[in-house]
């Protein structure tokens, strides 16, 4: 799944927020000596998050949209 699209919408800070977010989770994954549920813990959370963020990125670019054309 590419969220190059997705993460267009979001704006300066949530992107270096989800990106942040990212590298920590590479660093958890790969550098702490977790088990592997853990980690696939983990990485499912992350996903989630990233995923969470950007759909509500987009409702409210559509949500602004809507309001712009009611006017």
């Known amino acids: 799944m590419s969220f ?3 993460l267009k919408g979001l704006g300066k800070i949530q992107e270096v927020l989800v990106l942040g977010l990212m590298v ?3 660093v ?5 000596d977790f ?3 853990l980690k696939v813990g983990i990485a499912v959370l992350a996903f989630a998050m990233v995923l969470l963020t950007s ?3 987009q409702l409210l670019n559509m949500q602004k949209e809507a309001m712009k054309a009611q006017r």
């Open 28 to 32: 958890a994954l790969f550098y702490f």
């Open 24 to 26: 920590i989770t590479m």
């Open 55 to 57: 759909i509500a990125s």
């Open 35 to 37: 088990d592997l549920p």
């Open 4 to 6: 190059g699209n997705s």
